[in-house]
């Protein structure tokens, strides 16, 4: 037996079995009410936290946000156990019963995939956005979550409240968008690898519908786009919005976009309409509702600089 094995039996010998049953990603699953979570990415902890549960969160992993990469040692007080997606025995060190992904990456191969996890007694939950054919309907997605979740962290009135603030949000920010003529908006997510961006499959699109704005890529039916400089100069958009992510933040693409000859000419550019926004404000997430909404105040804003 192998130093891992021996201490993976170690630490789930007294696990409970798995119990309670909940309907993730169009199958069953089975865990028992967890009092030890590991959240494998940020806006997956996040929901934890909203819903309550915080004290049942023993650790969290990959945080995105440039604010939140610079906790270096906890999270609104949980430990960070990795900077990316932790090594097998560092999250089977925690005693995890429940361990939440909010990307599909989350769940590796073996013993950290989510059969594997089954198989050791830990529950699992993936984001119903991440799951694989997902619709489109990125708001229910999170109703979903908040529904599941809160059932399994017996917290459903709470995630009741949740979703219902998300909807009052949502219906706020479409009515301060009005009648007005729709923003073009390009979304920038990364300038790493190019100008990587979001389609028509991609959440953006619909947070951008729900404010009265345009993704200019909305017709491209794909997830991830990458367009040239060239062609976001022929769609020139009203506004740019930039995430901002420890791996790719808001501050370096600004310095790309008023450097590079041929980006400094965008419109959006020239007169400032750029808009820095946390990358995991741009998924789906218990948040999204108040995104919208701030998000709406800041179109509105530039729309009146006109």
Not at 157 to 165: T, V
Not at 194 to 205: A, C, N, P, W, Y
């Amino acid at each position: 037996m192998t130093r891992f094995c021996a201490l993976l039996c170690a630490l789930l010998g007294s696990s409970p079995l798995l119990a309670d049953s909940y309907r993730n990603c169009g199958e069953d699953w089975n865990a028992a009410q967890p009092s030890r979570i590991v959240a494998l990415n940020q806006h997956a902890a996040d929901i934890v936290l909203a819903l309550g549960a915080g004290a049942a969160l023993v650790g969290v992993a990959y945080l995105d946000d440039t604010d939140a990469a610079q906790r270096q040692a906890e999270y609104f007080g949980v430990p960070v156990i990795a900077r990316q997606y932790p090594a097998s025995e560092v999250l089977y060190a925690q005693g995890p019963d429940l361990v939440i992904g909010g990307f599909a990456t989350a769940f590796g191969d073996g013993v950290t995939s989510r059969s594997g996890l089954a198989r050791n007694g830990v529950g699992s939950y993936l984001l119903e956005s991440a799951c694989n054919g997902h619709s489109l309907d990125y708001f229910e997605h999170v109703r979903r979550d908040l529904l599941t979740l809160g059932k399994l962290l017996h917290q459903q009135q709470k995630a009741r409240q949740l979703s219902e603030a998300m909807d009052a949000d949502l219906a706020n920010a479409r009515a301060m968008a009005g009648a007005r003529r729709p923003l073009s908006v390009f979304y920038l997510d990364s300038e790493v690898k190019g100008l990587d961006s979001e389609g028509g499959r991609g959440f953006v699109t619909p947070l951008l519908a729900a404010v009265g704005a345009r993704n200019v890529l909305a017709e491209i039916n794909q997830y991830r786009v990458t367009v040239s400089s060239e062609t976001l100069l022929a769609s020139d958009p009203d506004v740019i919005l930039l995430a901002d992510a420890q791996w790719s933040p808001a501050s370096r693409k600004r310095y790309l976009l008023s450097h590079d000859p041929v980006l400094s000419q965008l419109r959006a550019v020239r007169e400032n309409r750029l808009i820095d926004i946390p990358f995991t404000h741009l998924l789906p997430t218990v948040n999204s509702g108040r995104v919208a909404l701030e998000l709406a105040r800041q179109l509105e804003a530039l729309d009146k600089k006109k």
